[in-house]
T-cell receptor, first 117, second 115 residues
Framework: GENVEQHPSTLSVQEGDSAVIKCTYSDSASNYFPWYKQELGKRPQLIIDIRSNVGEKKDQRIAVTLNKTAKHFSLHITETQPEDSAVYFCAASHDRDLNTNAGKSTFGDGTTLTVKP | GAVVSQHPSWVICKSGTSVKIECRSLDFQATTMFWYRQFPKQSLMLMATSNEGSKATYEQGVEKDKFLINHASLTLSTLTVTSAHPEDSSFYIC???????????FGNGTRLTVT
């Protein structure tokens, strides 16, 4: 099955600095890579995603890059703000076949990001 | 759009009793829903995949007789923790997506405490 590794487990940055979180995956069939943000006591919410036919995607201060050959993808947050403090999860899934495994996401262990004002 | 409602948000029960948690997709149909368990400061551990109209698929190590899943309709899946024990105390959360391989929309989670 798929294995997703996420680093670092904790990350502390100064407000205004950039933050980078990296994930690697093992299943070359994976073709969908979302990132979720979970604030304390709340549900995870999608912040950005990328599919395997794209190398990079950006949405304001957030960007994701994908290297299919190396099987890794990264989340980049620029000009960090205190409200960016949360746990971030990467995930990987595929739609190789329409069985019960299709769309089942494998999550990384999460990165706790702290942005110091 | 794409709202998933989970109920209850928290529940306290005594050992040996059963607890039912509901997960509803409010504005879309979800052929598949997922149930997770999340320990403090840890990742989402997938327990099972809930399939509408068929049996759930459980992950290795998850007791299907203890964690009963029913996906009665395209908008409702339920997780019943049977004969609950203190070690079942945890945060349970569901998710659903509109289609395969698309963003997951999570419920707000259920904090279960078994005394």
């Amino acid at each position: 099955g798929e294995n997703v590794e996420q680093h670092p487990s904790t990350l502390s940055v100064q407000e205004g600095d950039s933050a980078v979180i990296k994930c690697t995956y093992s299943d070359s069939a994976s073709n969908y890579f979302p990132w979720y943000k979970q604030e304390l006591g709340k549900r995870p919410q999608l912040i950005i995603d990328i599919r395997s036919n794209v190398g990079e995607k950006k949405d304001q201060r957030i960007a994701v890059t994908l290297n299919k050959t190396a099987k890794h993808f990264s989340l980049h947050i620029t000009e960090t703000q205190p409200e960016d403090s949360a746990v971030y999860f990467c995930a990987a899934s595929h739609d190789r076949d329409l069985n019960t495994n299709a769309g089942k996401s494998t999550f990384g262990d999460g990165t706790t990001l702290t942005v110091k004002p | 759009g794409a709202v998933v409602s989970q109920h209850p948000s928290w529940v306290i029960c005594k050992s040996g009793t059963s607890v039912k948690i509901e997960c509803r997709s409010l504005d879309f149909q979800a052929t598949t829903m997922f149930w997770y368990r999340q320990f403090p400061k840890q990742s989402l551990m997938l327990m099972a995949t809930s399939n509408e109209g068929s049996k759930a698929t459980y992950e290795q190590g998850v007791e299907k007789d203890k964690f009963l899943i029913n996906h009665a309709s395209l908008t409702l899946s339920t997780l019943t923790v049977t004969s609950a024990h203190p070690e079942d105390s945890s945060f349970y959360i569901c998710s659903a997506s509109r289609t395969y391989n698309s963003p997951l929309h999570f419920g707000n989670g259920t904090r279960l405490t078994v005394t």
